[in-house]
């Protein structure tokens, strides 16, 4: 047993459940940064949508009235964002980019210290992570879930990798417990060889001590 204590622990294997969490708030920085990349049309929606609820709830208007200022709304939220779209489109790239970045570092930072295996995969990871951090940084590409990909991507080797180390480890494991069992069954039958041997013996030299009878005269 002790020449096998090294193999009894199996590898640590990374599953899809354990990386839900990180791969959950990759896709919300993702959102995030869409958002902001698409300021200019998030923005002027946003706008109306606020006016709307907040005209019509003040004045407690309904039906027709409603409507009608909800209209104006629209039309001067489009209005504003026409003008401002230059503004908003450049606000939003800036904004995108710091979240992209701060994101990313955030992320990683996190797998850095909490699952550095990830990053055994040669320099395959290190591409994988610079390119989420490119396209997270380059205007409009920003709206794509560059993060949630790059990451999912390390995580889907990092899962096929370490599946195959533990099915390997069992595949070992059970095999060292086979001839651990079929040594001890020899070791048994040995044993009880030996034991069998030395009642032999012993039985032989109570024969031998045993004095034969003499013969009786006639």
Request: hydrophobic share 50%.
């Amino acid at each position: 047993m002790s020449r096998n204590r090294s193999s009894q622990t199996p590898p640590e294997a990374m599953t899809w459940p354990k990386a839900v969490r990180v791969l959950t708030v990759c896709l919300g920085i993702d959102l995030a940064r869409a958002f902001f990349t698409l300021l200019w049309f998030f923005g002027p929606a946003l706008g109306a949508a606020y006016c709307s609820a907040s005209v019509n709830d003040t004045l407690q208007t309904e039906g027709a009235i409603a409507g009608g200022i909800t209209t104006a709304c629209v039309s001067l939220a489009a209005a504003a964002g026409s003008a401002l779209s230059a503004p908003l489109m450049l606000l939003g790239s800036i904004l995108a980019m710091a979240v992209g970045l701060l994101g990313w570092l955030a992320v990683y930072t996190y797998l850095l210290m909490q699952n550095s295996r990830i990053f055994m995969v040669g320099g395959g990871s290190v591409l994988t992570m610079l390119s989420g951090l490119l396209l997270s940084e380059i205007p409009f590409l920003s709206a794509l879930p560059n993060l949630t990909v790059s990451t999912g991507r390390l995580y889907r080797a990092q899962i096929k990798r370490e599946r195959a180390a533990l099915h390997a480890w069992e595949m070992e494991h059970r095999q060292a417990l086979l001839q651990e069992k079929a040594d001890a069954i020899l070791e048994l039958r040995a044993m009880r060889q030996a034991q069998r041997d030395a009642e032999e013996r012993a039985l032989a030299a109570e024969q031998e001590e045993i004095p034969e009878a003499e013969p009786s005269p006639a």
